[in-house]
């Protein structure tokens, strides 16, 4: 889904308690004797009420670094990566990093066999560009109680002319 049905989607606050956006891309992690490639997942605002899910130690991203995006320099890790490049310390907590050609700050670590989506290793903030039309985000959403699938996919989804591949889970 590009950005900018990924914002027009987010406007159905009548509908979702929720949402969020990411996207991935494989990256080299530097900063220990030799480079690694990664999973890293991009994520939009909104994954603290969509997804729930909580660092184990440190903490997730601001709201001024979730604004900023890729350039606020900071990044979540997973436990395993947490255990394996960093040493499972957490004085790994501050340490910075590079990832390709940028340097990056560890505030946290993600919950033990937590990589979602798409195996992540490191997850780092982005910004949705409302101009940006041909972009490439896996959305989830989590619907407000009470909303029926109808009432969901009618407005949020037809309206917007969306073709998308929709997994639904009802809890």
Do not use: K
């Amino acid at each position: 889904m590009s950005a900018r049905n990924v914002m027009a989607l987010r406007a159905h606050t009548e509908i979702f308690d929720g949402l969020v956006a990411f996207s991935g891309n494989n990256m080299t992690l530097l900063g220990a004797d030799v480079p690694e490639r990664v999973s890293v997942a991009f994520q939009s605002e909104g994954n603290d009420e969509t997804l729930a899910i909580t660092p184990v130690i440190g903490r997730g991203f601001s709201a001024e670094e979730q604004r900023r995006g890729l350039d606020s320099g900071v990044a979540l890790a997973s436990y395993a990566l947490w255990q394996s490049h960093f040493g499972g310390s957490r004085d790994a907590l501050g340490t910075t990093f590079g990832l390709d050609a940028r340097e990056m700050t560890l505030i946290g670590v993600l919950p033990q066999g937590y990589a979602f989506p798409y195996d992540a290793q490191l997850w780092v903030p982005t910004v949705l560009d409302p101009a940006d039309r041909g972009g490439n985000f896996a959305v989830f959403g989590r619907m407000r109680r009470g909303v029926t699938l109808a009432a969901c996919l009618a407005p949020a989804l037809s309206a917007m002319r969306l073709d998308p591949v929709v997994a639904l889970r009802n809890d």
